[in-house]
């Protein structure tokens, strides 16, 4: 099991940008695929972005591409994300996971472990 921890999240106006971070601790960090998915009030969650462990190998949610990158730094068992050019419909709490596979899925229920989530608010 790894546990993980999100932080950045905030208020931005539209256009604006921020970075989370997410900080993995227990097993092995460095063989885990990693992704952020976003949940809105009354919507499901979704995917946002993967990527693989050794970092070669993002995949991002249509909705997200050329605005968010996702990048990793295994010696410090953290995960970013990257949020430029934000829009309101980016509003949303913002979730890490972790899968203990090497492959990517944008299917929550392939992932095996979650942090508590960070709120990213995107005023108009």
């Known amino acids: 099991q790894v546990q993980l921890a999100e932080a950045g999240g905030g208020l931005v106006q539209a256009g604006g940008s921020l970075r989370l971070s997410c900080v993995a601790s227990?097993?092995?960090?460095?063989?885990?695929?990693m992704g952020w998915f976003r949940q809105a009030p009354g919507k499901e969650r979704e995917f946002v972005a993967a990527?693989?462990?050794?970092?070669?190998?993002?995949y991002y949610a249509d909705s997200v591409k050329e605005r968010f990158t996702i990048s990793r730094d295994n010696a410090k068992n953290t995960v970013y994300l990257q949020m430029n050019s934000l829009k309101p419909e980016d509003t949303a709490v913002y979730y890490c996971?972790?899968?203990?596979?090497?492959?990517?899925?944008?299917?929550?229920?392939?992932?095996?472990?979650w942090g508590q989530g960070t709120q990213v608010t995107v005023s108009s």
């Open positions: 996971a972790a899968r203990s596979n090497a492959y990517y899925t944008g299917s929550p229920y392939g992932y095996d472990d």
């Open positions: 227990g097993r092995t960090f460095n063989r885990y695929t």
């Open positions: 990527i693989r462990w050794s970092g070669g190998s993002t």
